[in-house]
């Protein structure tokens, strides 16, 4: 067992046959906006495949574990707040997987470093309230030099706010910078094969994601689903033999 899986009481509470809420919470790294499988359908169907229960006649099965995607791309952590109350506490999640801060780094957008803290911490004391657990990431390495050359103080924030958002989750955490960073400073013509744009993954940079948490989370996926995602295994197997060297 992972540390995660030990620890966050969705999977206590999954062991006593309840039924399970779990809610993705940010801008467009969460928004499900383009074809192919999002980061976050990988978590749905670990939970799937490791947790559902059919009747002896395997006529029927119940669900375990219900998934609500509720990204919206541009949006700051203030934003995630304001509408927190309409997207989130109504399904009262056993988890919200947050994964924000890359607009909040943005400068025009004028939030500071101390009122994006505010805020993750306000996110999480909201969760809490209801019951639930957080679990942070910080984003992917973005593509620090196209993103330079057009807009050289949002690359500038992009490491202090991921540091935030660590400080803020401690334990409750998937750090996806800091393998991401590390593949790009290796090989940044690889990095960019998982890349749609300077600030956005495609299908095979979600799959590396995706399966990140289904690991971290102590999930399962069928290995005969394994062919269909075959760049994201091998992306990701690139990753962990980086983070032994």
Not at 27 to 42: K, L, P, R
Not at 153 to 175: F, H, K, M
Request: one cysteine or more; glycine letters at 6%.
């Amino acid at each position: 067992m992972t540390w995660l899986s030990e620890n966050l009481r969705i999977f206590k509470r999954i062991a006593e046959g309840k039924v399970v809420h779990v809610l993705a919470l940010g801008s467009s790294n969460t928004e499900h906006f383009m074809v192919g499988a999002h980061w976050f359908d990988y978590v749905g169907m670990g939970l799937m495949h490791k947790y559902r229960k059919w009747t002896e006649d395997r006529l029927s099965v119940a669900t375990t574990a219900l998934c609500l995607n509720a990204g919206t791309s541009n949006h700051t952590t203030g934003e995630l707040l304001a509408r927190f109350d309409r997207d989130v506490a109504p399904f009262k999640p056993d988890l919200v997987i947050v994964t924000a801060g890359i607009n909040d780094a943005n400068p025009s957008r004028n939030v500071s470093q101390q009122q994006f803290r505010r805020n993750l911490e306000e996110i999480r004391n909201r969760v809490h309230s209801l019951d639930g657990d957080v679990l942070f990431q910080t984003y992917y390495a973005c593509d620090i030099e196209r993103l330079a050359e057009k807009n050289p103080g949002w690359a500038a924030n992009y490491v202090p706010y991921t540091d935030i958002v660590r400080e803020v989750a401690g334990d409750y955490l998937n750090d996806n910078f800091t393998r991401w960073e590390r593949l790009r400073k290796y090989d940044v013509t690889t990095f960019r094969l998982l890349m749609r744009d300077p600030l956005h993954l495609n299908p095979i940079g979600n799959a590396v994601i995706g399966l990140d948490l289904v690991r971290l989370l102590d999930l399962k996926l069928p290995e005969e689903n394994l062919p269909w995602i075959c760049g994201g295994v091998f992306a990701r197997e690139c990753m962990d033999l980086l983070e032994k060297e």
